[in-house]
């Protein structure tokens, strides 16, 4: 068996999931334009007719660990009995804080560390036996790209192509193009990669990862270093494939990314598994509070506490209680009837930011 790829930024060949929808268009006009309608073109012809896998059985979930564990030599327990189940097609993002080992799981499942015990499946097959077969069908960026600072960034994908045993050379020129054209990169990928921005750098990488179609494409911190408008369009990609079926898995810190774009997450704390679910279900977890802002808060909590509301905080002229099954125009209309002189009422759901701090100990990065 040959060994895995050592090289996160560079792709292992891919099997045949769809060639991407007119949907999208980075770098370009993302309106029915002549420019966007002529990449979409160009994309689909690069990729080749082989794009479409209708045909192809596949399994209900990419990604399935059982008791995943990993113990450094050190004595360090990295990742301790991990159990995940990505669904096929799902975005999932991958959370937790530094140290929780979320990279050493990635790197588990790419067979860049082998686990102390457990096992995996990626894209229905068991691994370690199946990576000649599977890895082909993964692409992958790992803590960060790696390039050679003297070529241009057109010339690192070539070499990353030429190391791709099953891409036809005579295809790579249109399959790099229209991959630096997905990633914004078009009119840039004749500058030396030393000359790169690190969000020019962050998106060549992910360039790389999209020379061939994708069953599961896996990603570590895709939105690193990007300026808004490059993060709206990574973002707007990761939809992209995953509407088209191929399943993203992104591990990331920022809790804007993942509500905007992660259909489930998994919340690691400590190597553990803390959470996995569906994003909604997450939000859910948390029990929605009725906040009363007035000057009559000792007034205003009595009312809340003869209603049997729980967990009431009065304070900074306003009180609140978890809501419960009442329904908050009742609770309105007792408080007024009491003379309460209510300024303003709401009933908030625990932020996403409340939850994570809830399930890990720890906080998160809550920018975009």
């Known amino acids: 068996m040959s060994a895995p790829n050592q090289n996160p930024a560079a792709p292992y060949p891919p099997s045949r ?3 991407p929808s007119d949907e999208v268009r980075f770098g370009r006009d993302s309106g029915g334009s002549p420019a966007g309608d002529a990449q ?3 994309q689909r012809q690069a990729w080749g007719p082989d794009g479409d896998p209708a045909a192809a059985a596949r399994p209900v979930a990419a990604i399935v660990t059982r008791g995943l564990t990993k113990r450094f030599r050190s004595g360090q327990l990295a990742v301790d009995d991990l159990s995940l189940q990505v669904p096929y097609g799902s975005v999932y993002g991958f959370l937790g804080p530094n140290g929780s080992g979320k990279t050493t799981t990635i790197r588990m499942l790419l067979g ?10 990626l894209l229905g097959a068991a691994m370690p036996e199946a990576a000649i077969a599977v890895l082909p069908r993964v692409g992958a960026l790992v803590e960060g790209p790696a390039f050679y600072s003297f070529l241009s960034g057109r010339a690192n994908l070539a070499r990353c192509d030429a190391a791709d045993r099953t891409a036809d050379p005579a295809t790579a020129a249109a399959r790099i193009g229209a991959a630096l054209d997905l990633v914004g990169l078009g009119e840039t ?8 921005s690190l969000g020019m750098k962050q998106r060549l990488a992910i360039a790389a990862g999209l020379l061939r179609p994708r069953d599961l494409l896996i990603l570590d911190e895709p939105t690193n270093g990007l300026d808004p408008q490059g993060t709206r369009e990574v973002r707007a990609l990761i939809r992209q494939i995953a509407a088209e079926g191929t399943t993203v898995f992104v591990s990331s810190h920022l809790l804007a990314e993942v509500e905007q774009i992660c259909s489930h997450v998994g919340v690691m704390r400590a190597g553990r598994l803390a959470f996995e679910g569906r994003l909604d279900e997450l939000r859910a977890r948390g029990a929605t509070r009725i906040r009363v802002r007035t000057a009559d808060a000792p007034l205003a909590a009595t009312v809340l506490a003869d209603l049997e509301l729980a967990d009431i905080q009065a304070g900074d002229g306003q009180v609140s209680a978890v809501l419960g099954d009442q329904p908050p125009e009742d609770i309105c209309a007792r408080l007024v009837h009491a003379g309460v002189r ?7 759901r625990p932020s996403l930011e409340d939850l994570f701090v809830e399930l890990t100990g720890e906080g998160f990065d809550v920018s975009a």
């Open 17 to 19: 999931p769809s060639a």
């Open 40 to 42: 979409a073109d160009r």
């Open 112 to 121: 860049l560390v082998h686990p102390t015990s457990g096992q995996h499946e």
């Open 189 to 196: 990928g004749g500058k030396h990669y030393r000359a790169y």
């Open 342 to 348: 209510v300024a303003g009422l709401e009933c908030p």
